[in-house]
């Protein structure tokens, strides 16, 4: 028993707690007291005093006890908030800690350390990297090329399961580098979408100042850009105004401002909710379909279109669709180009075996789009200077249309 007692003076008995040295005359309510402190931390409330000898003395402290606790609970509640924030700020590049150029410096030196990689290699890479960022023009060491060719080649010859395969105009894979892991999935995802158009005579007067792929910290400015024109001041305002020099991940939102800033006629959907059974979106699957049909109806089982590919985005990466099959079965499947996938690997795409089981690494089915929310970034022809300043005022309102 760690409850200690001592006489008055008029014969009663004090009961003093070992904890906070509360004293009063009745065992009872001490021993309850003592086991408030002995709950798991449970701050001891007011009420807990009322009937301990009514004593002033008791009830100061009480109130006493009662403000730490209640200042240590707020200032634990604003550090978690602080602590919650900070790696919020990491997760999305927000932090300070640097951009393309940092990282890639960073991660060049850690494969130094582990021997990994020559000190020479280090300094032949790190020259070209600057010289690359200089002229804000993307070196083109991830990028992998004829992949489309490819399987147009490989679909005139399959014969086993699909119907009907309708593909993209030629477009370049990018994969994540050295500099922009972990974040760069929506810049990488651009240059594809941008390695097409730059094919495409329609878009020629929109990229005459863009004759070359651009570098990451370049499409960042570039975004800026768009954001000094009017487009999407909200968006705009989560960024701080500021993307160069930063890990900032992007989204669909800024593809479309981006987009619409060079004159880019495009739309930018929101399927906010599955649409079929366990979470699927048949419904994106169609749309898709619909987009590389229309104007390309005819009974040609391949189908090579004019049709630049489309921004793909869900929470925390996105991708680049390239094409749909259609099965025999009636069941659709996209093809996907994948930033996270290696260029070795979309090398295997070049030499496309028989059985097509290479396809894999693009093929996803709608029982493999199960994320709650997709939006897509579709580009279809060029605006007028009257289109694309009632677009950009549009953008200071709304910018997605959410498909039912």
């Known amino acids: 028993n760690l409850i200690s007692f001592s006489g008055t003076g008029n014969g009663e008995q004090l009961y003093e707690c070992p904890m906070c040295s509360l004293t009063c005359t009745n065992i009872k309510i001490l021993e309850e007291h003592v086991d408030l402190h002995l ?36 200032s634990e509640g604003e550090k978690r908030e602080r602590e919650e924030f900070k790696k919020l700020q990491r997760q999305y590049g927000l932090d300070n800690s640097g951009g393309y150029k940092q990282q890639f410096l960073k991660s060049m030196e850690r494969e130094v350390d582990r021997g990994r990689m020559q000190p020479f290699e280090y300094h032949k890479r790190k020259a070209d990297m600057m010289e690359s960022l200089a002229f804000g023009i993307d070196d083109g060491k991830t990028k992998t090329s004829g992949v489309i060719e490819a399987l147009c080649k490989y679909y005139q010859n399959e014969n086993k399961d699909v119907r009907r395969v309708w593909l993209s105009a030629g477009v370049d894979h990018f994969h994540s580098s050295l500099g922009d892991r972990g974040w760069g999935c929506g810049y990488r995802n651009f240059q594809m979408l941008l390695s097409s158009l730059l094919q495409n005579s329609l878009y020629s007067d929109c990229l005459r100042d863009t004759t ?63 649409t079929g059974p366990m979470g699927t979106h048949p419904r994106l699957f169609e749309w898709v379909l619909h987009y590389y049909s229309t104007d390309n109806e005819g009974g040609a089982k391949v189908v090579c ?29 996209l093809l996907l180009f994948d ?46 200077l009257e289109e694309k300043a009632a677009r950009c005022r549009a953008s200071q309102v709304l910018t997605s249309e959410k498909i039912p």
């Not at 409330?45 to 200042?71: H, I, P, W």
């Not at 370049?218 to 009017?230: F, L």
């Not at 693009?362 to 493999?368: A, E, P």
Request: with cysteine; net charge positive.
């Open 39 to 74: 709950e798991e931390g449970i701050p001891l409330s007011l009420e807990c005093y009322s009937g301990v000898g009514g004593n002033t003395r008791d009830l100061e402290l009480a109130q006493q006890l009662q403000t730490e606790e209640d200042k240590w609970q707020r």
């Open 212 to 274: 070359l792929i651009p570098s990451i910290p370049k499409i960042q400015s570039m975004i800026e850009d768009a954001w000094r024109e009017g487009f999407d001041p909200h968006g705009a305002s989560h960024f701080n105004n500021r993307l160069h020099g930063s890990k900032a991940w992007i989204g669909a939102c800024e593809i479309y401002s981006l987009l619409t800033s060079l004159r880019m006629k495009c739309q930018i959907i929101d399927f906010h909710k599955p």
């Open 305 to 333: 279109t004019s049709k630049p590919p489309i921004y793909l985005q869900h929470q925390g990466h996105s991708r680049t669709i390239v094409g749909i099959e259609e099965k025999k079965n009636k069941s659709l499947c």
């Open 339 to 384: 930033p996270g996938c290696s260029s070795q690997e979309m090398q295997k795409l070049l030499k496309q075996n028989s059985d097509g089981t290479n396809l894999k690494l693009l093929r996803k089915f709608v029982g493999s789009l199960k994320e709650k929310q997709y939006q897509i970034v579709a580009v279809d022809g060029v605006l007028s």
